[in-house]
Every structure is written in structure tokens, then in C-alpha cells.
């Protein structure tokens, strides 16, 4: 018995107890993926199966629970009287084996019934369920998604593009299930998780799991975790279908004022397309060659990335190496100069940057260099040039993050009034100039 196993068990008996036979089901069929001999488990099991009218499940299932060493008499006495309704279900030759299983039922259980008695009254009380149900009316009202998830993605499901897309477009919008940060503990995972409801549980067993290759991951419900948390915005089940590249078509980020995890396109997607997104940290893939992506997402990640960037020809891998590399060395450079002495070479530096990020193909993130050059000028009073990278950053953020987003918002602000302290409190501190440089 493991402490994850006993609580997907629980959640399974709260699924039961409110008719949710499906989730029941799916949540023992897990519970004993963990511990694959434990007799309550397969009693369950063949409970589960019973409800949902699978007889010959039940009956195999009940047989499974037999076999198991470790049941009470009583406990036997139940898969007696479970397998012994499955039988009696199936009708024919199974009559007679049912007949047998009542009598054992009755020895165990000392009830004062005959065989008889017990087949005549026994009434499985089968119900459908109501997770199927439940999910269709969901599906009705929910409006057409701009995607499916299809087992055809870089590596086992994918999010797919079902009509064309733009860049700016909101692909989607999801509440978290819950947030924990990046270092959650065992005890506030299993917190989170016993909070949840068993058809959530059922969602959650069923996202992509690592099983382990991550470090210090112990427990179905931390692999799980690590497998598929997103940075500020914990555990999304929809989000957590969109694979990961190095070139992506598509961004997420939290939108802290409604609470939700979004995902808007960086470009164009064709209806069909996989829509992709990067795991990491912008700079640490527009900046980072392709070996040290690797390295990076296999020990944060579990995985080695096969995104088309690290497929391409070796040659073409040395080019997006170089252009990546160069990045890299501009974004730390940066921060070391001046706008007093250097603000032409600045801009110059940025444009450069924003360049390479467009030849490159990777669609995000210029609106941090737009953002800097921005603050540059408008630290050196030159207000047509702070206007026009912040306009820049502004028009990217809109797509990026939505024109809603706190950080879309402030550099509106920048916009419209770029000598304004209370955007840059360097505004207008630095010797005037004019930073002439355009993309
Ligand atoms: C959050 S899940 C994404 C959905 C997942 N493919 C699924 O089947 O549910 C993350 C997992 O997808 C796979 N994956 C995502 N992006 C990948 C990539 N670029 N290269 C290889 N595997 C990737 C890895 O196995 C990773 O652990």
C-alpha cells in the first residue's frame, strides 16, 4: 500500500458513492497500477465494473480479487457476491458457477438466506454513470476551440490548429487546477490533490508523466507535477498538451489579474499545424545553442528535445547555433552600458538583437529589447525615438500577453508618455541626444 495509492483509492469511493462509476473505475484501475496486488483495490475494481453493466469484466475482476492473498473473510464473502451477480448476469452456464458463488457467499457471511433466495433478490443497481454525461453537456456549451489534441504530436499527444490562426490570436484560456510554485513539498502536493474532485484526479493520472527522470521526484503526483507544471501558473490540464520547441508558433503565460493561464499565437498557424511553445525561459532558448537546450530540458524537462530547430541538418544547426550564441552575448552586454556614452551603440545592439530573433524564426521576446531600447531613449530625452520602440514592445506585448496584461498595460503607459518618472524613473536623467537607429 503506497500513502498516493490509498489516496487515489478514497477518491475513487467518493466517485462511487456519488454514482461516477467511470471515474470510480479509471481512479482503482490507477490505484492499482501503484500496487497491483492490493485485494481492496480489486474488489473495488470489480465493483466498478459490476455498476457499469461489464459482466464479464466484473466477473474476471472479482475472480482477480479471489486470488489476491491478503482479503478478510468478509472481504471474500463480497467478491463471492459480486462475481456470483456478474455470473448470474451472463445467464447460460454461467447460472450454475453463480449458484456456487452465492453458496460461498453465505458460508462466509453467515446470512440467513438460501442460494436461492439471494439470486432471486440480487439487484445490481446498474447505472451508466455520470462522468460521460457530465462531460458531453460540458462539451456542448463549451464554444469551439481553436484546437484538438491528437496523439500525432512531436512525442505522444500534441495540440493541433483546427482553422487557421494569427499571430495574436488567444488560443486558450484555462484555470489552473492548482498553483504550488516550482518546489512544492510531498505534503502540499497531496494537500492540493486530496482537494481535488475524482473526476479532476482522473485528469490529472492521465497527463503525460516522466515517471521519475527528473531529479528528486518521488510519488505519481510530483512526477506528474514536474512533468507538466507551468512556472507561475501550476498544473493546467489543456495547457499541459502543448509540446514544447525551440521555435515555437505559440506562448503561455499567466495572466495574473483573471487568474488564468493563456495561450496566445507568435505567428500564422495553419488549420492542422501543431501549436507549440517554448518551456523555458525565453533567453534561455533564443539564447542557448542547441546542446545546451538539450542539457537544460533534459535535467528540468525529463526529455531530449526533438522540436523541427533541433532537427534541422547539422549545417543548418551551426547557423541557429551562431545566430543563438550571438544572441546571448548582446542580452548580457547590454546591461553594461551606458546610455550617457553608448546609446547609439545600444540601439544599434538592439536592433541587431531583433533581427537575429526574426531571422532565427523565433517570434517572441523582442518586446524586451524594444522594451530596453525604449527606457534608453527616453532616459536621454529623445521622446519620438522612446516612443517608437515602445510602441514596439507595446504592439508585441498586445499579441503576446493580450492588451489586457499588466505588462502590455505599463508599456502603453511608456507610449503615450515616455518622460513620465512614473514609467521610467530614469526618464530625462541621462544628456539629450538623438538616437536616430531603427529596425
Ligand atoms: C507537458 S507534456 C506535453 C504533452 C505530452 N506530449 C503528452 O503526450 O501528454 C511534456 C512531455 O511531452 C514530451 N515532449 C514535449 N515536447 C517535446 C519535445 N520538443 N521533444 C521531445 N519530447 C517532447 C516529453 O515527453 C515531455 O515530458
Not at 31 to 59: H, M, Q
Not at 61 to 73: K, Y
Not at 79 to 100: C, D, N, T, V, W
Not at 373 to 401: G, I, K, N, P, T
Request: proline share 3%; glycine share 8%; with cysteine.
Amino acid at each position: 500500500m503506497t500513502l498516493d495509492a490509498e489516496l487515489i483509492k478514497r477518491k475513487g469511493n467518493q466517485a462511487f458513492m456519488s454514482n461516477d462509476f467511470n471515474a470510480a473505475l479509471q481512479l482503482c484501475t490507477h490505484a492499482l497500477k501503484l500496487d497491483p496486488d492490493n485485494g481492496i483495490y480489486l474488489l473495488n475494481r470489480a465493483f466498478s465494473y459490476l455498476k457499469l453493466a461489464r459482466w464479464a469484466d466484473a466477473e474476471q475482476g472479482a475472480t482477480d480479487a479471489l486470488l489476491s492473498a491478503n482479503l478478510s473473510d468478509a472481504q471474500k464473502a463480497k467478491a463471492f457476491l459480486r462475481r456470483g451477480k456478474a455470473r448470474k448476469q451472463q445467464g447460460g452456464p454461467s447460472l450454475h458457477l453463480a449458484r456456487e458463488d452465492f453458496r460461498s457467499y453465505l458460508a462466509l457471511s453467515k446470512e440467513q438466506k438460501t442460494p436461492e433466495e439471494l439470486e432471486a433478490e440480487t439487484d445490481v443497481g446498474v447505472s451508466g454513470g455520470t462522468f460521460l454525461t457530465d462531460q458531453m453537456a460540458s462539451l456542448s456549451t463549451t464554444p469551439a476551440r481553436p484546437f484538438v489534441v491528437q496523439g500525432k504530436g512531436l512525442a505522444g499527444d500534441g495540440a493541433f490548429a483546427t482553422r487557421p490562426l494569427q499571430r495574436g490570436d488567444l488560443i486558450l484560456e484555462e484555470k489552473p487546477l492548482f498553483q504550488l510554485g516550482d518546489t512544492p513539498t510531498n505534503s502540499q502536493l497531496q494537500r492540493a490533490v486530496e482537494a481535488l474532485s475524482p473526476s479532476e484526479l482522473c485528469q490529472v493520472l492521465s497527463l503525460h508523466n516522466v515517471k521519475g527522470t527528473v531529479g528528486g521526484m518521488k510519488g505519481i503526483f510530483s512526477e506528474i507535477y514536474f512533468t507538466n507544471v507551468f512556472a507561475a501558473a501550476g498544473l493546467c490540464i489543456l495547457a499541459s498538451k502543448f509540446n514544447h520547441a525551440c521555435s515555437p508558433n505559440a506562448r503561455a503565460s499567466f495572466h495574473d489579474e483573471s487568474g488564468r493561464h493563456r495561450i496566445y499565437a507568435l505567428t500564422d498557424i495553419a488549420a492542422g499545424e501543431e501549436i507549440v511553445i517554448p518551456y523555458i525561459q525565453g533567453r534561455n532558448v533564443y539564447g542557448s545553442t542547441r546542446a545546451q537546450r538539450r542539457t537544460r530540458l533534459r535535467f528540468s524537462h525529463g526529455f531530449e528535445c526533438m522540436c523541427k530547430t533541433c532537427s534541422l541538418s547539422e549545417e543548418d544547426v551551426k547557423k541557429s547555433d551562431a545566430r543563438r550564441s550571438t544572441l546571448k552575448v548582446l542580452y548580457e552586454q547590454l546591461p553594461l552600458l551606458h546610455p550617457s556614452y553608448h546609446g547609439e551603440q545600444i540601439i544599434s545592439l538592439i536592433i541587431q538583437a531583433i533581427t537575429l530573433l526574426r531571422e532565427e524564426g523565433y517570434l517572441a521576446d523582442a518586446d524586451d529589447f524594444a522594451a530596453d531600447a525604449a527606457h534608453v531613449c527616453s532616459s536621454v530625452s529623445d521622446v519620438e525615438s522612446a516612443r517608437y520602440w515602445a510602441r514596439l514592445a507595446y504592439e508585441s506585448r498586445q499579441d503576446e500577453f493580450g492588451a489586457d496584461s499588466a505588462h502590455t498595460i505599463r508599456m502603453k503607459g511608456i507610449m503615450e508618455d515616455p518622460m513620465n518618472k512614473k514609467h521610467h524613473f530614469q526618464a530625462g536623467m541621462f544628456r539629450t541626444q538623438v538616437l536616430s537607429g531603427r529596425l
